[in-house]
């Protein structure tokens, strides 16, 4: 039977000391929905380095644990939005699941709306601003893996955050629906490609993305910092302090 993780985290805080004193600032979470949203929730929800934890949603939430909140926001264009006061914000695109009761309540971007949500969360205060873009395995060329890949990226650098994280984190391929047996036969002739795809592009265990971005936030320095699909799987492979460190410390790439 399928765990609600906010009512496990709700459980589970009822467990687990205040937050720290030094810890002051706050942290807004967009998209705390799907496997990587979940675990994003958990760990920065989980470690208290954050005094107030805000989660958009467009439904009313009970909150039950202590230092998390949710923050309603109306069907209306972003810009439209009333202001709220934070420091930090995490921005992931994983669609919700609809079998988690919670995750329905809560507002998911898209990847269109990065723009205009950034220049709200500008609005609001927010120096540092981290991003968990989908990467589709194989398909960006090698510069931009590395670099701002569109103008929308370009558009949320060029507002002028302190901080601004962008997290390639490669995709697990959605399933397929075929119309008929011939798409079937084609799709399964062209699945051959998927074995060309080198392992350091492969998705990783959202855990793991989420225990990346945590550390990235932790040490990140002034400035635009572009994680590779490759850098997140090779953090994945031995110390991730170590590898998130070099990455951000310039010895890495």
């Known amino acids: 039977m399928a765990v609600d993780t906010f009512q496990a985290i709700q459980a589970a805080g009822r467990h687990?000391?205040?937050?720290?004193?030094?810890?002051?600032?706050?942290?807004?979470?967009?998209?705390?929905?799907?496997a990587l949203g979940n675990e994003l929730f958990n760990r920065?929800?989980?470690?208290?380095?954050?005094?107030?934890?805000l989660l958009l949603a467009k439904e009313p939430i009970t909150d039950g644990l202590r230092g998390v909140a949710s923050l309603q926001v109306p069907a209306l264009p972003i810009a439209q939005w009333p202001l709220c006061a934070a420091d930090v914000a995490l921005v992931s695109f994983d669609p919700p699941r609809l079998f988690h009761d919670r995750e329905r309540a809560l507002?998911?971007?898209?990847?269109?709306?990065?723009?205009?949500?950034?220049?709200?969360?500008?609005?609001?205060?927010?120096?540092?601003?981290?991003?968990?873009?989908?990467?589709?395995?194989?398909r960006m060329p090698d510069a931009l893996k590395h670099g701002l890949a569109g103008l929308d990226e370009h558009a949320v650098?060029?507002?002028?955050?302190?901080?601004?994280?962008?997290?390639?984190?490669?995709?697990?391929?959605?399933?397929?629906?075929?119309?008929n047996p011939a798409e079937r036969l084609a799709a399964w002739m062209l699945s051959i490609f998927r074995y060309m795809v080198p392992s350091s592009e492969q998705p990783v265990r959202a855990s793991k993305v989420a225990e990346f971005v945590e550390r990235a936030l932790q040490v990140a320095p002034p400035g635009v910092h572009v994680a590779s699909p490759e850098i997140v799987w090779r953090?994945?492979?031995?110390?991730?302090?170590?590898?998130?460190?070099?990455?951000?410390?310039?010895?890495t790439r």
């Open 16 to 34: 687990v000391r205040p937050p720290a004193r030094t810890a002051t600032s706050t942290l807004l979470l967009a998209g705390a929905t799907g």
């Open 44 to 53: 920065l929800a989980g470690a208290q380095r954050y005094a107030r934890l």
């Open 107 to 138: 507002w998911t971007p898209a990847p269109t709306d990065l723009p205009e949500l950034a220049r709200w969360l500008k609005a609001c205060g927010v120096r540092t601003i981290a991003v968990v873009q989908p990467h589709a395995q194989g």
């Open 157 to 179: 650098v060029a507002l002028g955050f302190e901080r601004v994280l962008l997290v390639r984190s490669a995709q697990k391929p959605a399933a397929q629906r075929f119309a």
């Open 235 to 251: 953090a994945t492979q031995g110390s991730l302090d170590e590898v998130v460190d070099g990455w951000l410390g310039g010895t």
